[in-house]
C-alpha cells in the first residue's frame, strides 16, 4: 500500500512538474508558427526524458552516488569543471526565464508590471528554499502544479483535427521558414530534456535514500509521469494551434499566450492561465535553484541537503542564495523573460551533450552499476535523440541570430 | 588499488560521517632507496585550483587573501588516517580540526547565522 501510495505521488508530482515557462512558451510558439508539424519534437524530447530520469534514479538507487558526484570521481576534477560551468550558466538563465515566468504571471493577473515583481518573486522563492524541506518542494508545489491539466481541457474544448496530430508526430520538413523550424524545434527539445531535472532527481533519490528495490517504482514514475507530462506540452501545441491558426503570430508577450486558454473558456481562460504558469515557474525555479546549489556541494564534497538547517550546510545554503539574488538583477534591469526563454531553450539543447555523454559512460560502468548497467537500446535512443539535437542546434541557433 | 580510480576526486569524511570535502591532491614521497609511497592526502585551495591553470591558481589565491578564513598550509591528511576507501573514504579525524572546512564554518558563522532563522552551526 506504501509502496502504491509513493508511485501514485511520484507521477502525480511529475505530470504537476512538467510544464514551465521553457516548455510552455515553445509549445505555444511552436502550434502558432506551424499548426501541429512540430508535435514530433515533443514526442521526441519526451521519449528521451523518460529514459533519462528512468536511468538517473536507477544510477542513485544503486550507485548511492547522486550523477554529479560520479562525474567529478570518474572524470577528475578538470572536466568536471567544465561541466558545472556550461551546467550552471545555462541553468542560470533558465531560473532568468522562470522567475521572470512568475513576474508576468502576476502581471496578468495584477496589472502591475514584471519588474516591480522581481524582487518580491526572488525573495518568496528564496524563502521557500530557506524554510522549506525536500518533500515540500517534491511534492507541495508538484501536487498544485496539477492545475496546469486545464491545458488539456482548453485543446480538448477546441476539438483538434485528430488526422492533423497524428501527422505532427512524424517528423517533417518546413519548406519555407527554415530557420525558424529549426530553432523552434530545437528549443522545444531543449525544454523537454532538462539536465537540471536529472540532477534534482537523482539528488532527490539520495535524499529519499533510494536502494534497489526502487528500481521498478521509479520505471513506472518515469514512464507514466513524463508520457502525461508530454501529453500536456502537446495539448499547449495543439490549442496555440487551433487558437492562432498556420503562420499565426509570433508569442512575444504573455497576453498572447493567455490566448489559447481564453479562446476556448472566456470566462476563466485568463485567470487559469496566469495560475497555472506562476506555479508552474514557481515548481521549476525552487527546482533549479536547489539543482544548481547541488551541482556545487557535491562536486566539491560539501554537507548538502534541502531538509537539514541552514547554517549546517552553510555553502550549500550561501550558493542558492547568491544565485536567486543575481537571477533577479537582469529582470529588474527589464531583460524581457520570453525572449530569455527562447533563447536558453536552444542553449540548453546545444550544451545537452555536455551532460548527457559523460552520464552515459557512468551508465555503462560496471564499478557503479554492477549488473544494473544500460542495454543497448537505452544507450542508442538516448545517444541518437541527443545527436539529433545538437546538429538541429547548431544549424538552427546561428541561422536564427543571422535572421534576427 | 588504482590511486586515480580510487582515490583522487573520492568524497572524504571524517569519523562522523561528516563530509570534509574531496581528494583534491596527493603527495607522494619518494626516497632514494625505498618505494614511492603517498603520505598525504590534500583539500581545497592550491591543490585543487592548480589542477586547472596557473592563473586559476593566482586568482584564487587572491581572492583568499582579501576573504575568509586565514591559513598559511594546505590542508593535509596523513595517509595513515584512513580507515576504509571504498563509495568514500572515511578518515579517522575531527573534520573541524584539521582546517578543511574552515571555509564551511566561516560561511556560517559571517553570513548564514547573521540571516534571521539561518539557525546555528553548533547546534544539533
Redesign the interface.
Known amino acids: 500500500m506504501k509502496k502504491f501510495l509513493q508511485i501514485a505521488l511520484g507521477i502525480v508530482t511529475s505530470v504537476g512538474g512538467f510544464l514551465e515557462i521553457g516548455s510552455v512558451t515553445t509549445a505555444a510558439q511552436g502550434g502558432a508558427s506551424f499548426g501541429y508539424k512540430l508535435l514530433w519534437a515533443i514526442l521526441l524530447g519526451t521519449i528521451c526524458l523518460i529514459f533519462l530520469v528512468e536511468m538517473s534514479g536507477r544510477f542513485s538507487a544503486v550507485s548511492k552516488h547522486t550523477i554529479v558526484d560520479a562525474t567529478r570521481e570518474r572524470f577528475g576534477f578538470p572536466f568536471f569543471s567544465i561541466v558545472l560551468l556550461g551546467m550552471v550558466l545555462v541553468a542560470f538563465l533558465v531560473l532568468v526565464a522562470e522567475l521572470g515566468g512568475i513576474g508576468l504571471s502576476l502581471q496578468l493577473l495584477t496589472g502591475i508590471g514584471f519588474r516591480w515583481w522581481a524582487i518580491p518573486v526572488s525573495f518568496a522563492v528564496w524563502l521557500v528554499v530557506w524554510k522549506g524541506t525536500f518533500g515540500l518542494i517534491e511534492n507541495g508545489v508538484s501536487l498544485l502544479g496539477l492545475v496546469t491539466i486545464s491545458f488539456v481541457v482548453a485543446a480538448l474544448k477546441l476539438h483538434p483535427d485528430w488526422h492533423g496530430v497524428a501527422r505532427g508526430l512524424l517528423p517533417s520538413l518546413e519548406g519555407d521558414q527554415k530557420a525558424k523550424y529549426g530553432f523552434i524545434a530545437v528549443s522545444i527539445l531543449g525544454a523537454s530534456i532538462s539536465p537540471y531535472l536529472m540532477y534534482f532527481y537523482s539528488s532527490g533519490a539520495i535524499e529519499d535514500k533510494w536502494d534497489v528495490t526502487y528500481i521498478p517504482i521509479n520505471r513506472i514514475i518515469a514512464v507514466l509521469g513524463m508520457s502525461f507530462g508530454g501529453l500536456l506540452s502537446m495539448a499547449v501545441l495543439a490549442a496555440a494551434a487551433l487558437t492562432f491558426g498556420p503562420n499565426g503570430a509570433d508569442i512575444t508577450t504573455f497576453d498572447k499566450a493567455a490566448q489559447i486558454m481564453t479562446s476556448a473558456l472566456p470566462r476563466w481562460g485568463l485567470f487559469l492561465f496566469a495560475v497555472s504558469m506562476l506555479v508552474a515557474c514557481l515548481g521549476a525555479a525552487l527546482e533549479i535553484s536547489l539543482a544548481i546549489s547541488y551541482f556545487f556541494a557535491q562536486g566539491f564534497g560539501w554537507n548538502w541537503g534541502e531538509s537539514i538547517g541552514p547554517s549546517r550546510v552553510a555553502r550549500f545554503s550561501l550558493t542558492y542564495t547568491i544565485i536567486i539574488l543575481l537571477a533577479a538583477i537582469p529582470l529588474v534591469l527589464g531583460i524581457d523573460p520570453i525572449k530569455v526563454t527562447m533563447i536558453s531553450m536552444a542553449l540548453t539543447a546545444a550544451t545537452l551533450p555536455l551532460a548527457i555523454v559523460p552520464f552515459l559512460f557512468l551508465m555503462n560502468d560496471p564499478i557503479y552499476l554492477g549488473d544494473h548497467r544500460n542495454g543497448w537500446i537505452s544507450n542508442s535512443v538516448v545517444a541518437i535523440i541527443i545527436l539529433i539535437s545538437f546538429v538541429l542546434a547548431v544549424i538552427s541557433i546561428p541561422l536564427q541570430l543571422i535572421g534576427g | 588499488m588504482d590511486l ?2 580510487d582515490v ?5 569524511v571524517d569519523r562522523e560521517d ?5 581528494v ?1 591532491g596527493l603527495v607522494m614521497e619518494l626516497g632514494e632507496r625505498s618505494q614511492p609511497r603517498i603520505t598525504h592526502i590534500e583539500i581545497g585551495g592550491n591543490a ?1 585550483w592548480a ?2 591553470h596557473p592563473v586559476v591558481t593566482r586568482l584564487a589565491a587572491k581572492l583568499a587573501r582579501k576573504w575568509g578564513p586565514k591559513r598559511a598550509a594546505p590542508v593535509r591528511i596523513p595517509w595513515s588516517r584512513v580507515i576504509t576507501a571504498g ?1 568514500e573514504i572515511k578518515l579517522d579525524v575531527e573534520a573541524k580540526e584539521t582546517g578543511a572546512i574552515d ?3 566561516w ?2 558563522r559571517h ?3 547573521r ?1 534571521p ?5 553548533e ?1 544539533e
Not at chain 2, 583522487?8 to 572524504?12: A, I
Not at chain 2, 561528516?18 to 574531496?22: A, D, I
Open positions: 586515480v580510480r583522487l576526486d573520492k568524497r572524504l561528516c563530509e570534509m570535502g574531496r583534491d585543487l589542477r586547472l563509495r571555509w564551511e564554518i560561511i556560517a553570513i548564514i547565522e540571516i532563522s539561518g539557525g546555528h552551526e547546534e
